[in-house]
């Protein structure tokens, strides 16, 4: 194979199964005692053909390279199969000469042609040459080295024209206006300006010139770029496609826009020097995202189950703006589904309730809707915004073709079930149908105090009296008031509990799985005492202090509440390892929160690299720029900095990349049911290996009365904490 791939000029993507055939008929012709490929060696083929399949879609990878990485196929296979380290060192040969040919740029002169006919040499004598010694792809990697310094000189030699060229034109227009450049333009200060818009503004006058970024990263077509130059008032952008040439010219809006809405990413400063860490990265996240479709996502529908469902609702309303309209949430109900289910048998239910689904999402989809299965016959569907008004006349337009879903049954062969849409039961008079009768109840919110199981019931209720009024029926009521006014409580006391000194702080040791004699840490949660001075669980109060006013000064509370009591027991301090202290969304968006922090470091004996900061998931993918740079901070200071409920469903797990966390706690409804779900179970073990992967530590929680910690070892968890083990941390 190696030797028919260097003489060929479009080799094809090898898939494992072609391999294996290969592996086997030579083993055949051999006369081998064993004439078959598993265990590790499968495992290396699959994991390398999915790094192929990585490196040969890699926006960062020129499209000559990935012609000479297809070439190189079976050489890095064998290597893979040789010698496991290729999986472990980023040092090896292998690697290397797969990372530098990624690096090997496009290009129409003369220089360029001359360089990919070295390369292509150079992969045909990668496959001719290796045997079994991996030494020979050394001096290939020196001429690589070379010819990369070539490239780099030309790009460097183009880059510096392009500056020169904005600078002289800049001058020009300098001297024509007759104004200096340290003048100062009053429109880009303006203090009007939304605190939305001015957070972007900043955030692009902040860019470097060197900064790598991605140019149209939400689109098919993504192009690598560098910003060259800025304008010394920060007005102009100049950025230069991958050979150095002047790719585009931003004003400062358009770049904070751009950076706003995805269409700009920036990538971190040696993101394009390791095509195979991005490759590996990608295939373990492409494989969690397999197993994170599975174990979230009702099989029949594709709907999230109910309480991924339930999840990404919590998870939408705490993101929803206060100006916006009203959260929607509505429940659909196959009334006969149970009779279909008797009559006919359940895989004609199930195709039944497979046809609903679907023409659910069809009449309903759009951006940021979510579909969930609530029950055995119950379909969910909610909007984050829009009001209940627009959602009510989405569904009477959806109504017709959802009533209209039918199902055929073929009179000839009772075993045969067509799944066809029809638009009427009279278009499917020659043979016997079932056709799907809806009911539906819509209920909205009109602020963020409600939750996702107040809403879910609320709709529920609404289906009901929909029920009442028989098939067809549509109604709408109001959101779920008692809900809301036990929330409206929690948060009104919440909100007063600094103020009357009624808030106390708790602590949970957590343990190593890994090594035994690791000494624990200990997590923090703040609470407060009720009226009857008994001390409310953490986990009930937390929901309530997230949606408090002075959630932030409640962190900051919580925060020199720690060091006091660290400071006043100093020798129970000594037995953890670290002292775990969770932040809040409000504090997340809180630009001086890392001076605050540093400054309360500065009055207090105890050693900032003793504190684990704790951030929520949800909030560091809402906040990135924001968490990233707290990171940043105070990790010069030696604080370290826990991931909270990692793995709560999102498009891609690239951004956990760009944070700098220590540890990630695996999402806890996964980590709950590992022990009676195969799919939790794998769910959560996926989870670990993607973390474990990024060179991160894990940790896991459990709930009241569980027993998990055999399943987390069987995992790979490396702590533990319950979540019920709480004792009051008193100064």
């Known amino acids: 194979m190696q030797e028919a791939f260097a003489r060929t000029g479009s080799p094809p993507h090898l898939d494992v199964e072609a391999i ?19 265990g590790e060696a499968a495992d290396a083929l699959e994991v390398v053909a999915n790094l192929f399949s990585a490196l040969l879609q890699d926006a960062m990878v020129a499209k000559g390279a990935k012609t000479h990485l297809a070439r190189l ?38 220089q360029s042609q001359r360089r990919q006919a070295r390369v292509e040499q150079l992969v045909s004598a990668a496959n001719q040459e290796f045997r079994d010694d991996v030494g020979v792809f050394r001096p290939m990697l020196a001429e690589l080295e070379q010819i990369l310094a070539e490239q780099r000189a030309e790009y460097a030699q183009r880059v510096q024209e392009v500056v020169a060229g904005c600078e002289q034109q800049q001058r020009l227009i300098e001297e024509r206006r007759g104004q200096s450049l340290e003048a100062t333009d009053a429109q880009l200060d303006r203090s009007d300006l939304p605190e939305e818009w001015n957070k972007w503004l900043a955030r692009s006058r902040a860019l470097e010139v060197g900064q790598q970024m991605m140019m149209n990263a939400t689109s098919s077509n993504p192009a690598l770029v560098t910003l060259v130059w800025k304008e010394a008032r920060h007005n102009l952008f100049v950025f230069v496609d991958e050979h150095g040439n002047k790719a585009n010219t931003l004003t400062l809006q ?13 990538l971190d400063d040696d993101a394009g020097d390791h095509a195979i860490d991005r490759a590996m990265f990608g295939v373990v996240d492409r494989l969690h995202g397999e197993v994170e479709a599975q174990a979230t996502r009702d099989p029949l529908t594709g709907f999230l189950a109910r309480r991924f469902f339930v ?5 939408a309303l705490a993101g929803v703006e206060p100006t916006s309209k009203a959260a929607v949430c509505a429940q659909l109900s196959i009334e006969n589904l149970k009779q279909v289910n008797d009559e006919f048998g359940s895989e004609t239910g199930d195709g039944l309730l497979a046809m609903c689904a679907a023409a659910v999402e069809k009449a309903l989809r759009g951006k940021d809707v979510l579909f969930g299965r609530l029950g055995g016959a119950e379909l969910g569907v909610f909007w984050p915004a829009g009001g209940v008004q627009a959602a009510y006349k989405k569904l009477q337009a959806a109504l017709p073709q959802l009533t209209s879903v039918t199902l055929k049954l073929d009179d000839d062969d009772d075993d045969t079930v067509e799944l066809a849409f029809v638009d009427s039961v009279s278009s499917a008079r020659t043979a016997r149908a079932v ?21 879910l019931g609320a709709a529920r209720e609404a289906c009901d009296s929909a029920r009442t ?21 929690m948060v009104s006391y919440a909100n007063k509990a600094l103020e009357r000194g009624c808030l106390i702080l708790l602590g949970q040791r957590v343990t190593s799985l890994v090594e035994a004699d690791l000494p624990p840490a200990l997590h923090v949660a703040i609470s407060a005492r009720d009226r009857a001075d008994k001390p409310i669980p953490s986990h009930l109060f937390a929901p309530a202090m997230a949606r408090a006013g002075n959630a932030a000064d409640i962190d900051l509370w919580g925060f020199r509440q720690t060091l006091a009591w660290m400071q006043a027991h100093e020798e129970e301090v000594e037995t953890y390892a670290l ?13 001086e929160l890392p001076q605050r922090i540093m400054g309360e470091f500065m009055e207090s004996p105890v050693p900032p690299g003793k504190i684990c900061f704790e951030i929520p998931d949800r909030d560091a993918v809402e906040n990135l720029s924001e968490v990233a740079e707290l990171i940043n901070t105070l990790k010069e200071f030696g604080c370290r900095f826990v991931l909270d409920e990692f793995g709560s469903g999102h498009q891609n797990y690239d951004y956990i990349k760009r944070i700098a966390v220590d540890y990630v706690t695996v999402k806890t409804a996964f980590v709950n049911d590992a022990q009676k779900n195969p799919k939790d179970f ?50």
């Open 20 to 38: 294996k055939q290969r592996i086997v008929s030579a083993l055949i012709n051999d006369g081998a005692p064993e004439k078959g490929v598993g």
């Open 73 to 110: 196929q079976p050489a890095v296979h064998k290597a893979a199969l040789l010698d496991p380290e290729f999986f472990a060192s980023t040092a090896h040969p292998v690697r290397q000469l797969v990372d530098r040919i990624a690096l090997v740029r496009d290009g129409r002169g003369e």
């Open 254 to 266: 358009q770049v904070a826009m751009y950076l706003r809405r995805g269409i700009i990413r920036t």
């Open 311 to 315: 999840d990404a609702i919590d998870a």
């Open 435 to 455: 056709q799907a009768e809806i009911v539906i109840g819509v209920t909205a919110t009109d602020d963020s105090l409600i939750q996702a199981d107040g809403l």
């Open 469 to 489: 009024m028989g098939a067809g029926s549509i109604y709408v009521a109001g959101s779920e008031s008692e809900q809301r006014r036990v929330l409206e409580q």
């Open 579 to 591: 002292v775990i202290v969770p932040l809040s969304s409000a504090s997340m968006k809180n630009e």
């Open 682 to 731: 794998a769910m959560a073990k996926s989870i670990n290996e993607l973390v474990h992967f990024m060179g991160k530590k894990t940790m896991a929680k459990q709930e009241r009365g569980a027993q998990t910690a055999a399943t987390m070892r069987e995992i790979g968890i490396d702590f533990l904490y319950d979540l019920t083990e709480q004792a009051q941390l008193a100064p």
